[in-house]
């Protein structure tokens, strides 16, 4: 019966081993030590041998010469571990035995010596998959198993293993093998089986294995079925669904030309050979990410999984374009390749990807740019005589009616008989204002009668008692007020800047003179002028006179209601 390479070439020993050095050095010094676990977890990616080196372990504790770090190989209990049939080897797929029950069983077993040989060795493969319970019921007999046994845990996921598990093995984390171990075990491979495979093959069936030596070994033996003796490239890349570096740089002179309509023929001959459209933009990534690093190291590199000849193609290609037009490339390609997962209309997207992809390599970096105006001397001097662009300025809004201060004025003229003049002086800048280009229904103010600050503030005082606003009516009274062009200017001192409200004031200049008044408000230090009459209430200097004033105030006695049980703290008078 045929057995397929990946089990014909499965090493035996650790001097077979690949890639795995870290692995290799610590166990044969253990077993050569005799320093030996009761337990190992060995993880990794798929295919890194981590199935053939527990197998390797069971050989070199039972060997007929061991413990051994090199086996015979010849005697029975070798060639029983090598062919799966030994008795005191037990191997156990936890994918399908991961139950408390198996557990069990498995614990009951232990408890015999081995039929034959030095150690009793058990081999779970894929021991991320055993359930929570049954890993309980295993943890007591795996912190003390008897002398002749050794589990060793196989797992691909070792995050999925509990702590209380991994703290009592030690722990071997498996590498994935490099490009150039896998190509030269292939080499060794087809040496022995008479089969002709040049370097350019080889690195392709490696790029399929992406590390793994199990998944290098299986398409081998998949390019041998479909090529005979002699492996072909082209043959194998039909086969395997790859896409040669020629194709894919279709992609990137279509990128160089800028040309949409070279990305839409791509996208069809695609279309009409039946290729994935999902495996062409994963390969496309692989392929800008290739260039991207070529473009960085400037040099074939092993971070490139190719064979030199396709390195030397790619720093061409990666020469012809910048590092960040590169970067650019992957990142669109990625989303891209993401989109697709969950597409259904797959040609639509892949389309459009590579349109963003033309339109992307057209951007002008803004490094460039401003390089380019400070280089360009017409360029950068018409900048600076340009004026900068600002938003247009709304028009303020002027009074339509006289202001407060003309409205005063013109109560107290009107009260003064005056002489008829002649003809009709000039007026100051306020006049104008307030009088809108002419007065029929008030006399001119004369020049000498000039409005009365203290008139004015006593009647927004008012409205602002009238309306409920006391206390912007208190930051008025201690505030300076004095008009600018037809403005109402407020200076008040820093003590009331925030009890004064200049919403509180237009609402205040609207009661009082029946239209809106412009208002400024600055904090500074007003001139000690106080309201004359009864309109500035007394202030109270005792203490139980602050007390009856606050107790007196609506909205102390609608909180005293919602809050029976408050109390009333020390009260201070703001104007001491």
Same mark, same amino acid.
């Given at each position: 019966?045929?057995?397929?390479?990946?089990?014909?070439?499965?090493?035996?020993?650790?001097?077979?081993?690949?890639?795995?050095?870290?692995?290799?050095?610590?166990?044969?010094?253990?077993?050569?030590?005799?320093?030996?676990?009761?337990?190992?977890?060995?993880?990794?990616?798929?295919?890194?041998?981590?199935?053939?080196?527990?197998?390797?372990?069971?050989?070199?504790?039972?060997?007929?010469?061991?413990?051994?770090?090199?086996?015979?190989?010849?005697?029975?209990?070798?060639?029983?571990?090598?062919?799966?049939?030994?008795?005191?080897?037990?191997?156990?797929?936890?994918?399908?035995?991961?139950?408390?029950?198996?557990?069990?069983?498995?614990?009951?077993?232990?408890?015999?010596?081995?039929?034959?040989?030095?150690?009793?060795?058990?081999?779970?493969?894929?021991?991320?998959?055993?359930?929570?319970?049954?890993?309980?019921?295993?943890?007591?007999?795996?912190?003390?198993?008897?002398?002749?046994?050794?589990?060793?845990?196989?797992?691909?996921?070792?995050?999925?293993?509990?702590?209380?598990?991994?703290?009592?093995?030690?722990?071997?984390?498996?590498?994935?093998?490099?490009?150039?171990?896998?190509?030269?075990?292939?080499?060794?491979?087809?040496?022995?089986?008479?089969?002709?495979?040049?370097?350019?093959?080889?690195?392709?069936?490696?790029?399929?294995?992406?590390?793994?030596?199990?998944?290098?070994?299986?398409?081998?033996?998949?390019?041998?079925?479909?090529?005979?003796?002699?492996?072909?490239?082209?043959?194998?890349?039909?086969?395997?669904?790859?896409?040669?570096?020629?194709?894919?740089?279709?992609?990137?002179?279509?990128?160089?030309?800028?040309?949409?309509?070279?990305?839409?023929?791509?996208?069809?001959?695609?279309?009409?050979?039946?290729?994935?459209?999902?495996?062409?933009?994963?390969?496309?990534?692989?392929?800008?990410?290739?260039?991207?690093?070529?473009?960085?190291?400037?040099?074939?590199?092993?971070?490139?999984?190719?064979?030199?000849?396709?390195?030397?193609?790619?720093?061409?290609?990666?020469?012809?374009?910048?590092?960040?037009?590169?970067?650019?490339?992957?990142?669109?390609?990625?989303?891209?390749?993401?989109?697709?997962?969950?597409?259904?209309?797959?040609?639509?997207?892949?389309?459009?990807?590579?349109?963003?992809?033309?339109?992307?390599?057209?951007?002008?970096?803004?490094?460039?740019?401003?390089?380019?105006?400070?280089?360009?001397?017409?360029?950068?001097?018409?900048?600076?005589?340009?004026?900068?662009?600002?938003?247009?300025?709304?028009?303020?809004?002027?009074?339509?009616?006289?202001?407060?201060?003309?409205?005063?004025?013109?109560?107290?003229?009107?009260?003064?008989?005056?002489?008829?003049?002649?003809?009709?002086?000039?007026?100051?800048? %306020? $006049? !104008?204002?307030?009088?809108?280009?002419? =007065?029929? /229904? *008030?006399?001119?103010?004369?020049? @000498? #009668?000039?409005?009365?600050?203290?008139?004015?503030?006593?009647?927004?005082?008012?409205? %602002? $008692? !009238?309306?409920?606003?006391?206390?912007? =009516?208190? /930051? *008025?009274?201690?505030?300076?007020? @004095? #008009?600018?062009?037809?403005?109402?200017?407020?200076?008040?001192?820093?003590?009331?800047? %925030?009890?004064?409200?200049?919403?509180?004031?237009?609402?205040? /200049?609207?009661?009082?003179?029946?239209?809106?008044?412009?208002?400024?408000?600055?904090?500074?230090?007003?001139?000690?002028?106080?309201?004359?009459?009864?309109?500035?209430?007394?202030?109270?200097?005792?203490?139980?006179?602050?007390?009856?004033?606050?107790?007196?105030?609506?909205?102390?006695?609608?909180?005293?209601?919602?809050?029976?049980?408050?109390?009333?703290?020390?009260?201070?008078?703001?104007?001491?």
């Amino acid at each position: 019966m045929y057995q397929v390479i990946a089990r014909k070439y499965r090493p035996t020993g650790f001097s077979e081993l690949i890639g795995q050095e870290h692995v290799r050095t610590t166990l044969e010094n253990a077993i050569r030590q005799g320093r030996i676990a009761h337990g190992y977890i060995l993880s990794g990616h798929r295919g890194t041998g981590k199935t053939t080196v527990a197998r390797i372990i069971a050989r070199c504790l039972n060997c007929v010469n061991g413990p051994t770090p090199e086996p015979c190989g010849v005697c029975p209990s070798c060639r029983e571990i090598t062919a799966g049939g030994s008795v005191d080897v037990l191997e156990i797929d936890a994918a399908s035995n991961r139950g408390i029950n198996e557990m069990r069983e498995l614990r009951d077993n232990i408890r015999y010596r081995p039929a034959r040989d030095r150690h009793k060795v058990f081999i779970i493969d894929e021991a991320h998959q055993i359930t929570s319970e049954a890993f309980n019921a295993l943890l007591k007999t795996l912190e003390e198993p008897p002398e002749w046994v050794v589990f060793i845990l196989c797992t691909t996921e070792a995050h999925k293993i509990p702590v209380t598990i991994a703290s009592r093995c030690q722990q071997f984390n498996f590498r994935s093998v490099r490009f150039d171990e896998l190509v030269a075990r292939m080499r060794w491979i087809c040496e022995q089986e008479g089969i002709q495979a040049d370097q350019e093959v080889l690195a392709i069936i490696a790029q399929v294995g992406e590390g793994s030596v199990r998944d290098s070994l299986s398409a081998l033996d998949q390019a041998i079925a479909c090529c005979g003796a002699t492996l072909n490239s082209d043959q194998l890349r039909g086969l395997l669904g790859l896409f040669s570096l020629e194709s894919l740089n279709r992609v990137g002179d279509a990128l160089l030309a800028g040309s949409s309509q070279r990305m839409f023929e791509i996208v069809q001959e695609l279309e009409q050979s039946g290729r994935s459209l999902q495996h062409f933009c994963r390969e496309l990534a692989r392929y800008f990410r290739n260039l991207l690093v070529a473009k960085i190291a400037g040099a074939p590199t092993g971070l490139i999984s190719a064979s030199p000849s396709e390195q030397e193609k790619l720093l061409a290609t990666a020469a012809r374009f910048t590092e960040p037009d590169l970067t650019r490339y992957l990142n669109l390609t990625l989303e891209l390749f993401k989109d697709l997962q969950t597409s259904l209309q797959p040609r639509l997207h892949v389309e459009l990807g590579l349109l963003r992809l033309v339109h992307s390599s057209k951007l002008t970096g803004i490094e460039q740019a401003l390089s380019a105006l400070q280089n360009d001397p017409a360029l950068s001097q018409s900048v600076k005589q340009s004026p900068p662009a600002s938003r247009p300025e709304s028009p303020r809004a002027v009074p339509s009616g006289p202001s407060p201060f003309a409205l005063d004025s013109a109560r107290k003229s009107a009260t003064i008989p005056q002489a008829k003049p002649t003809a009709e002086p000039p007026r100051s800048c %306020l $006049q !104008e204002v307030v009088m809108g280009g002419a =007065a029929p /229904a *008030l006399a001119p103010v004369p020049e @000498s #009668d000039s409005p009365d600050p203290s008139s004015v503030r006593t009647r927004l005082s008012n409205s %602002l $008692q !009238e309306l409920g606003l006391r206390y912007t =009516a208190d /930051a *008025l009274d201690h505030s300076e007020v @004095s #008009d600018n062009a037809g403005e109402l200017v407020f200076v008040i001192p820093k003590s009331f800047a %925030l009890a004064m409200s200049e919403s509180d004031l237009r609402k205040a /200049a609207q009661h009082a003179f029946g239209r809106p008044v412009r208002i400024k408000i600055t904090v500074g230090s007003p001139a000690a002028t106080a309201l004359p009459g009864p309109s500035k209430p007394k202030v109270a200097t005792s203490e139980q006179q602050l007390l009856d004033r606050v107790l007196s105030d609506a909205a102390v006695q609608k909180f005293r209601e919602a809050f029976p049980d408050a109390r009333i703290g020390p009260i201070r008078n703001l104007e001491d």
